[in-house]
């Protein structure tokens, strides 16, 4: 009798337990915390996506769509391939294998709103007029530098906007961290993106010792004073790793590069670039320059892609000194597939570093690698840059299959080239910082 009314107990019991283990997610419990970890930041009523999941209301209409989009990993962007190369990121905003089965287990079991007191507070967002490192400075940056307003008529021709603006600095400044993007959000809607270039006289600046030989590298390979920052659909700003910075010199110039794209309403614009300084007298150890690493072989504008026909090509830049990969953010327009970035080393061993094998025109996304994943380099390294085009039906992103290919700013024409930042060091400190993440890694094994 004892055994039967246990058994009884148990098979009483059995129903709830399996359902609660079987019960589908809800959005106010499990989806909500997701989309606001990891979706929010564009899909927010009076901002650039084109709906918003914030609320339930809001979201259910497009429960079927969110299901494939991250089924497909197309949403959240984040394009690199998941098995090969760094995968430790310090922005990645994509979504875990758990994450992405919660969302298809709320839509599969009819998207469930739940209990309202399982919702989460609000997100609350920053003021789009408010600077967003400036909680972390004390303050608005140091310096900001505007681009001349400009007017994007309601229906026109792309536009490329390059005004050249005085940064009014007197004596060399080292930069912690920079902020950039459009002024408003309305601006936001017609900058496809936009480039600020520092420019200066390094060679004149810089003798010898490391610091020419870093000028060397900036000058010869990088421009004259480097690509200084990017804006694009989410990226606004980078802060500098611990001891490192970028240097400005007495009469540098900051040249704009803003693409415009007309969307059926007249709107004008600027870019604001925002410069946080290190105080005067502290000088950062490691000097960072952000580069564009040409992928076409034979020279940039070396690309000839007939109708109807898929096109590899690669090109490789030399490191003049050791340094640090900091990021790898990929630029092609709408036949772009993929790209590589790998380093040979100089003993001829080549390790793939990062490897975006699903490349969308749409969101230039900056990877930026995690403080103990980013890869140090020796001198004499090449790092190679690998792309790949696919100018047929099967690109859904093309417009023109049957349409010939070549070089040009126009989103119908192509180009290929990867945004790497490097933060430059000599010999010693290269030995150095070996050393160091060896004896990190043989910690972390014990």
């Given at each position: 009798?004892?055994?039967?009314?246990?058994?009884?107990?148990?098979?009483?019991?059995?129903?709830?337990?399996?359902?609660?283990?079987?019960?589908?997610?809800?959005?106010?419990?499990?989806?909500a915390?997701?989309?606001?970890?990891?979706?929010?930041?564009?899909?927010?009523?009076?901002?650039?996506?084109?709906?918003?999941l914030?609320?339930?209301?809001?979201?259910?209409?497009?429960?079927?769509?969110?299901?494939?989009?991250?089924?497909?990993?197309?949403?959240?962007?984040?394009?690199?391939?998941?098995?090969?190369?760094?995968?430790?990121?310090?922005?990645?905003?994509?979504?875990?294998?758990?994450?992405?089965?919660?969302?298809?287990?709320?839509?599969?079991?009819?998207?469930?709103?739940?209990?309202?007191k399982?919702?989460?507070?609000?997100?609350?967002?920053?003021?789009?007029a408010?600077?967003?490192?400036?909680s972390?400075?004390?303050?608005?940056?140091?310096?900001?530098?505007?681009?001349?307003?400009?007017?994007?008529?309601?229906?026109?021709?792309?536009?490329?906007?390059?005004?050249?603006?005085?940064?009014?600095?007197?004596?060399?400044?080292?930069?912690?961290?920079?902020?950039?993007?459009?002024?408003?959000?309305?601006?936001?809607?017609?900058?496809?993106?936009?480039?600020?270039?520092?420019?200066?006289?390094?060679?004149?600046?810089?003798?010898?010792?490391?610091?020419?030989?870093?000028?060397?590298?900036?000058?010869?390979g990088?421009?004259t004073?480097?690509?200084?920052?990017?804006?694009?659909?989410?990226?606004?700003?980078?802060?500098?790793?611990?001891?490192?910075?970028k240097?400005?010199?007495?009469?540098?110039?900051?040249?704009?590069?803003?693409h415009?794209?007309?969307?059926?309403?007249e709107?004008?614009?600027?870019?604001?670039?925002?410069?946080?300084?290190?105080?005067?007298?502290?000088?950062?150890?490691?000097?960072?320059?952000?580069?564009?690493?040409?992928?076409?072989?034979?020279?940039?504008?070396?690309?000839?892609?007939?109708?109807?026909?898929?096109?590899?090509?690669?090109?490789?830049?030399?490191?003049?000194?050791?340094?640090?990969?900091?990021?790898?953010?990929?630029?092609?327009?709408?036949?772009?597939?993929?790209?590589s970035?790998?380093?040979?080393?100089?003993?001829?061993?080549?390790?793939m570093?990062?490897?975006?094998?699903?490349?969308?025109?749409?969101?230039?996304?900056?990877?930026?690698?995690?403080?103990?994943?980013?890869?140090?380099?020796?001198?004499?390294?090449?790092?190679?840059?690998?792309?790949?085009?696919?100018?047929?039906?099967?690109?859904?992103?093309?417009?023109?299959?049957?349409?010939?290919v070549?070089?040009?700013?126009?989103?119908?024409?192509?180009?290929?080239?990867?945004?790497?930042?490097?933060?430059?060091?000599?010999?010693?400190?290269?030995?150095?910082?070996?050393?160091?993440?060896?004896?990190?890694?043989?910690?972390?094994?014990?």
């Open positions: 009798m004892k055994i039967t009314v246990t058994v009884f107990a148990i098979l009483a019991l059995a129903p709830p337990l399996m359902s609660q283990t079987l019960a589908a997610p809800t959005f106010a419990k499990d989806v915390p997701i989309f606001q970890e990891k979706c929010q930041s564009c899909h927010r009523p009076g901002y650039i996506a084109p709906m918003s914030v609320t339930y209301e809001e979201a259910r209409p497009w429960a079927k769509a969110i299901k494939e989009r991250v089924i497909t990993r197309q949403m959240p962007p984040w394009h690199l391939d998941k098995t090969i190369g760094i995968q430790k990121f310090a922005n990645d905003r994509s979504l875990n294998d758990e994450q992405i089965n919660t969302i298809v287990r709320w839509v599969d079991g009819g998207a469930q709103k739940g209990d309202p399982d919702m989460p507070p609000p997100k609350q967002w920053p003021d789009e408010v600077w967003n490192f400036a972390l400075f004390g303050g608005p940056p140091d310096l900001v530098i505007k681009s001349p307003l400009y007017t994007m008529p309601a229906i026109a021709q792309d536009a490329w906007y390059r005004p050249s603006v005085e940064t009014g600095l007197t004596e060399p400044r080292w930069v912690r961290a920079i902020e950039i993007h459009p002024a408003t959000v309305k601006g936001r809607k017609i900058t496809h993106h936009a480039l600020a270039s520092l420019q200066q006289q390094e060679r004149a600046a810089n003798g010898g010792g490391a610091d020419g030989d870093i000028a060397a590298a900036i000058a010869g990088l421009g004073g480097g690509l200084f920052m990017e804006w694009a659909v989410g990226k606004q700003g980078e802060i500098m790793r611990p001891n490192s910075g240097l400005m010199l007495p009469g540098s110039r900051i040249s704009f590069e803003v415009y794209h007309a969307i059926g309403e709107i004008t614009d600027q870019v604001e670039l925002g410069i946080y300084f290190y105080p005067k007298g502290q000088e950062p150890k490691y000097r960072q320059v952000l580069g564009l690493f040409n992928a076409i072989g034979g020279g940039r504008t070396n690309i000839d892609i007939p109708p109807n026909s898929t096109f590899m090509t690669q090109s490789t830049t030399t490191m003049r000194q050791a340094g640090r990969i900091e990021n790898f953010q990929p630029h092609m327009h709408l036949r772009g597939r993929g790209m970035l790998e380093a040979i080393l100089p003993d001829g061993t080549t390790k570093l990062s490897r975006v094998d699903h490349f969308d025109f749409n969101w230039m996304t900056n990877y930026i690698y995690a403080d103990d994943a980013a890869p140090v380099l020796p001198k004499g390294t090449q790092l190679r840059v690998t792309a790949w085009y696919d100018n047929t039906k099967a690109n859904k992103n093309n417009p023109e299959p049957d349409q010939w070549g070089f040009g700013d126009r989103t119908v024409d192509e180009m290929g080239h990867a945004w790497i930042n490097v933060t430059y060091m000599s010999d010693e400190d290269y030995a150095q910082e070996i050393a160091s993440k060896n004896g990190a890694r043989a910690l972390n094994q014990e």
